[in-house]
């Protein structure tokens, strides 16, 4: 029997490669976004819509959802450009989004096989490995988003052992996202995609509730 993929927020740059990358390992793949199926993840009634229409068990699950600032804004680099409405929003896109798809994750997965579901966060919403400050919305969600990861795998190890949940962070990938940051080490989405993919298999439950990196190295919390 062909093993099932669900990847939501699949029409981005990161999430449309990772649905190929899953259908390019044999999986099938069932691919969720604003664009296709009206999915707003920080709308709780559009989140019980579509996921409710969505029926598993699926092997592997990731959220690849998120924005950097508001629509027509950027994050915030000093104190000063601290907005609460523009922080609102990006906390219900990038924490509160995924804590409403993770309510719905333990009828996702099989209980009595092998899956890896994932968050995709970042590596700037470490706190121990922020350096350079700024950022304060994004940093402070994916941060939130982590923590939410976490609590949450502590649950689900509960009823299906044989799980593992984690927050991933795919570095910096070169997709409309990122396009107006430079950076000198911008992943192609096919070769993120496929490092994610990678690190996926090589997780054990025992690894459940960790913070790692496309590498598959850890990432401080």
């Given at each position: 029997m062909t093993?099932?993929?669900?990847?939501?927020?699949?029409?981005?740059?990161?999430?449309?490669?990772?649905?190929e990358?899953?259908?390019?390992r044999?999986y099938?793949?069932?691919?969720?976004?604003?664009?296709?199926?009206?999915?707003?993840?920080?709308?709780?009634a559009?989140?019980?819509?579509?996921?409710?229409?969505?029926?598993g068990?699926f092997?592997?699950?990731?959220v690849a959802?998120?924005i950097?600032?508001p629509?027509?804004?950027?994050?915030?680099?000093?104190?000063?450009?601290?907005?609460a409405?523009a922080?609102?929003?990006?906390f219900?896109?990038?924490?509160?989004?995924?804590?409403?798809?993770?309510?719905?994750?333990p009828?996702?997965?099989p209980?009595?096989a092998?899956?890896?579901?994932?968050v995709?966060?970042?590596r700037?919403?470490?706190?121990?490995d922020?350096r350079?400050?700024?950022w304060?919305s994004?940093?402070a969600?994916?941060?939130?988003a982590?923590?939410i990861v976490?609590?949450?795998a502590?649950?689900?190890?509960?009823?299906?052992?044989?799980a593992a949940?984690?927050?991933?962070?795919?570095g910096?990938?070169?997709?409309p996202?990122?396009?107006?940051?430079r950076?000198r080490?911008?992943?192609?989405?096919?070769?993120a995609a496929r490092r994610?993919a990678?690190?996926?298999?090589?997780l054990?439950?025992?690894?459940?509730?960790g913070?790692?990196?496309?590498?598959?190295?850890?990432?401080?919390w």
């Amino acid at each position: 029997m062909t093993e099932r993929a669900l990847v939501i927020g699949a029409s981005g740059g990161i999430g449309a490669a990772l649905a190929e990358e899953f259908a390019r390992r044999g999986y099938a793949v069932a691919a969720l976004s604003r664009r296709a199926d009206g999915l707003d993840v920080a709308d709780p009634a559009s989140v019980e819509r579509v996921l409710g229409a969505t029926q598993g068990p699926f092997a592997r699950v990731v959220v690849a959802t998120g924005i950097l600032a508001p629509e027509g804004g950027r994050p915030e680099k000093s104190l000063a450009e601290i907005d609460a409405a523009a922080m609102a929003r990006v906390f219900a896109v990038n924490a509160i989004g995924p804590a409403l798809i993770l309510r719905r994750l333990p009828r996702l997965l099989p209980r009595d096989a092998p899956a890896v579901a994932a968050v995709l966060t970042a590596r700037v919403g470490s706190i121990g490995d922020n350096r350079l400050g700024g950022w304060y919305s994004y940093r402070a969600s994916k941060a939130a988003a982590n923590q939410i990861v976490h609590t949450a795998a502590i649950e689900l190890a509960r009823s299906h052992r044989q799980a593992a949940l984690v927050a991933l962070h795919p570095g910096t990938v070169d997709t409309p996202f990122t396009a107006a940051y430079r950076g000198r080490d911008k992943l192609p989405p096919a070769e993120a995609a496929r490092r994610l993919a990678e690190v996926m298999d090589g997780l054990a439950p025992a690894q459940s509730g960790g913070f790692f990196d496309y590498a598959g190295r850890p990432v401080p919390w």
